[in-house]
């Protein structure tokens, strides 16, 4: 009987609960790797990624971040507990005050308008990843929504953390990555990853397979983001 008391505490330890993550990291380690390799990320650290890229990133990113921003908001309604959605609420203020804080500002030096930045269009690629993300946060379980949001966070926070090691000759490309790289983004993401490994926990295992689809899908996402703005990605037919 007391073998089985301590299976159960364990089993509901936050070390048990912490393996949730561990496994959704596992799954994208081959598209992580692919992610750091991309010519769009290493030429933001060497210096060598033309203007015109990064502009266009800024220009989808602000449009990303809308979206991104609305599905927290939808996230935050679905929320087991106040906490939670106090912090997905406040995250979903925090990514628009990003767009303003560090996307107008470098726009704004390469003497793009706040009229052209009203006429971007979002590509193809950042289109079915939105669309993805609000998808899920509508439909599906919380659990599940905060699975198919967590590679934005996360990824984020793991590519910061790896070009920063290495530092940038462009000061705007600097800026980038000290931004993704601080202390007070990663604090944001590890309250993240504490609420998905909770909530993995009160999931069923159909939500829990289905999550991890979803953090997959979304991680591919991410890496289609990068390589759309290096092909300066249109919809076709030109």
């Not at 009987?1 to 393996?19: K, R």
């Not at 990824?155 to 990555?177: A, H, P």
């Not at 829990?208 to 990068?226: D, G, P, T």
Request: with cysteine; hydrophobic share 45%.
């Amino acid at each position: 009987m007391m073998g089985i008391i301590l299976l159960a505490a364990l089993l509901l330890s936050p070390a048990a609960a912490q393996e949730f993550t561990q496994q959704l990291w596992s799954e994208i380690r081959p598209v992580y790797a692919k992610t750091l390799e991309h010519p769009f990320l290493s030429g933001l650290s060497d210096g060598t990624l033309p203007r015109d890229r990064f502009q266009f990133y800024l220009l989808q990113d602000g449009l990303y971040l809308r979206s991104f921003s609305q599905a927290l908001s939808v996230l935050a309604s679905k929320a087991p507990n106040e906490q939670w959605a106090m912090t997905l609420s406040r995250h979903s203020i925090d990514a628009l005050k990003e767009e303003r804080a560090l996307h107008e500002t470098i726009l704004a030096s390469y003497g793009v308008t706040p009229a052209m930045r009203t006429q971007a269009v979002m590509a193809p690629s950042n289109t079915a990843y939105t669309n993805h993300l609000l998808a899920s946060v509508q439909r599906l379980s919380f659990t599940e929504g905060l699975a198919a949001m967590l590679p934005c966070y996360w990824i984020y926070l793991e590519v910061g953390k790896e070009l920063v090691k290495r530092g940038s000759k462009d000061k705007d490309y600097q800026r980038w990555i000290d931004q993704y790289s601080s202390a007070e983004y990663e604090q944001s993401v590890r309250a993240v990853l504490a609420m998905m490994n909770e909530a993995a926990r009160d999931a069923s295992d159909a939500q829990k397979r289905n999550a991890r689809a979803l953090f997959v899908r979304s991680a591919r996402y991410e890496y289609m983001f990068w390589d759309m703005a290096w092909r300066l990605e249109a919809w076709p037919p030109e």
